[in-house]
């Protein structure tokens, strides 16, 4: 039962260097949510999808640009990685509207380093 | 906007012992609340949830009710294991075919239990 993969698990960058993490689903869910965790901060919303072709910005949007051009995956792209973007990034996905409401299934998510 | 608080870690306590990590949480309206678990290397996963205002979700022996007059959804375990060293993550959501089922956490509480 893969669920939710993320890949890499693990990435060091040097500031200003590009990079793409990559989500994906089998659970055939609409929507999808790509996270941040920092230490005493909880999660925050990055960007999310409710479905195929659509993405949002969420709490911290900014530095990062998404796609969702399969329904099955979620890309979360850096553009020119700064320090400020090491952090552990999480991937989730759920069912849509009130059958799924607030039960996310998330990905063991991927631990960025940015020198 | 919503927020969620809950009570800073790390806890530590004895195996058997009694466990409270309180949470309290800013929001208008009737929004549902959660609690999440993470174990060490793993993702979040839902432990608990209460979708209205009395209601009382339990699972794996933790218990938790929405209190709307204290804006409060305490977590309890009346005898915890060393198994449940965890970090545990207070959420909340408002379910919106538009919105997605996007989550808003607390900081996060690190437990550690002693054998």
């Known amino acids: 039962n893969a669920g939710v993969t993320q890949t890499p698990k693990f990435r060091v960058l040097k500031t200003g260097q590009s990079m793409t993490l990559l989500c994906a689903q089998d659970?055939?869910?609409?929507?999808m949510y790509w996270y941040r965790q920092d230490p005493g901060m909880g999660l925050r919303l990055i960007h999310y999808?409710?479905?195929?072709?659509?993405?949002a910005k969420g709490e911290v949007p900014d530095g990062y640009n998404v796609s969702r051009l399969k329904k099955q995956n979620f890309l979360l792209g850096l553009e020119s990685a700064a320090p400020s973007q090491t952090s552990v990034y999480f991937c989730?996905?759920?069912?849509?509207?009130?059958?799924?409401?607030?039960?996310?299934?998330f990905g063991e998510g991927s631990r960025l380093t940015v020198l | 906007g919503d927020s969620v608080t809950q009570m800073e870690g790390p806890v530590t306590l004895s195996e058997e012992a009694f466990l409270t990590i309180n949470c309290t949480y800013t929001a208008t309206g009737y929004p549902s609340l959660f609690w999440y678990v993470q174990y060490p290397g793993e993702g979040l996963q839902l432990l608990l949830k209460a979708t209205k205002a009395d209601d009382k979700g339990s699972n794996k022996g933790f218990e938790a009710t929405y209190r709307k007059e204290t804006t409060s959804f305490h977590l309890e375990k009346g005898s915890v294991q060393v198994s449940d060293s965890a970090v545990y993550f207070c959420a909340l959501s408002r379910a919106s075919k538009a919105a997605g089922n996007k989550l808003t956490f607390g900081g996060g509480t690190r437990v550690l239990v002693k054998p």
């Open positions: 999808s409710v479905g195929e072709g659509t993405t």
């Open positions: 989730a996905s759920s069912l849509v509207g009130l059958a799924g409401a607030g039960e996310l299934f």
């Open positions: 659970m055939n869910h609409e929507y």
